[in-house]
């Protein structure tokens, strides 16, 4: 049972476009929400975090946006940028639990 | 600052053959820890996680087992291990409620 989702295994955006990584869940429990990067042979850095009291967060070029109705969150990077080229894990802690779920990644291709 | 140390980098076992992988954190006290596996071309599954000295949540049942015996150091083992064991094993840790996992750089299992 996959709580944390990410439908798209790849996507590749032009640089200096946007780029919008997608993740859905289904546990209504989840309170806390993360994107990761990651690149081969390496462990995932965290990038940018929201909680559920929030809809939106922000830090320089990454901004996380979060609809709690609908079950989603999305990251979304301006302008993207060739270093950006990596795999990218959601990731949601369900409330009153120490567990956090990641999503099965997508692979961010940015082209110069 | 905290750091996570995680070793060996790379590991090949044969089947059958016994398994201990390390991880100690540095500069925080009272860390969770976490252990993830990313099998080939999968997610981030979470193995094991830990709250305190001796306390170890298990999530997949399956001939892995994991121990706390210090605050900051965690240790994943196997008696036995089977191929499916082969995969990337990341250590992780959190501190208070809403913060981040920070992980480790992993280690690449090959159990032939």
């Known amino acids: 049972d996959q709580q944390v989702k990410q439908n798209s295994p790849s996507l590749s955006v032009q640089e200096g476009r946007i780029s919008i990584l997608n993740c859905d869940y289904t546990?209504?429990?989840?309170?806390?929400f993360l994107w990761y990067k990651k690149y081969p042979a390496e462990g995932p850095t965290f990038l940018i975090s929201i909680s559920s009291i929030k809809d939106k967060n922000e830090d320089g070029r990454f901004t996380v946006f979060l609809n709690k109705s609908a079950k989603h969150l999305s990251l979304h990077i301006v302008p993207s940028q060739p270093g950006d080229s990596a795999v990218y894990f959601c990731?949601?802690?369900?409330?009153?639990?120490?567990?956090?779920?990641f999503g099965t990644g997508t692979r961010l291709k940015v082209l110069a | 600052s905290q750091t996570i140390h995680q070793w060996p980098a790379t590991l090949v076992q044969p089947v059958g053959s016994p398994l201990s992988l390390e991880c100690t954190v540095e500069?925080?006290?009272?860390?969770?820890l976490y252990w993830y596996r990313q099998a080939a071309g999968r997610g981030l599954q979470l193995l094991f996680y830990s709250v305190g000295i001796g306390q170890i949540s298990s999530e997949v049942p399956q001939n892995l087992s994991a121990s706390r015996p210090q605050d900051r150091q965690f240790i994943l083992s196997s008696k036995k291990l089977l191929l499916s064991d082969s995969g990337f094993y990341l250590c992780?840790?959190?501190?208070?409620?809403?913060?981040?996992?920070?992980f480790g750089n992993g280690t690449r299992l090959t159990v032939t």
């Open positions: 500069g925080t006290s009272n860390p969770n």
């Open positions: 546990n209504s429990m989840f309170d806390y």
């Open positions: 990731a949601a802690r369900e409330s009153g639990t120490y567990k956090y779920i």
């Open positions: 992780a840790w959190a501190g208070t409620v809403d913060s981040p996992l920070h």
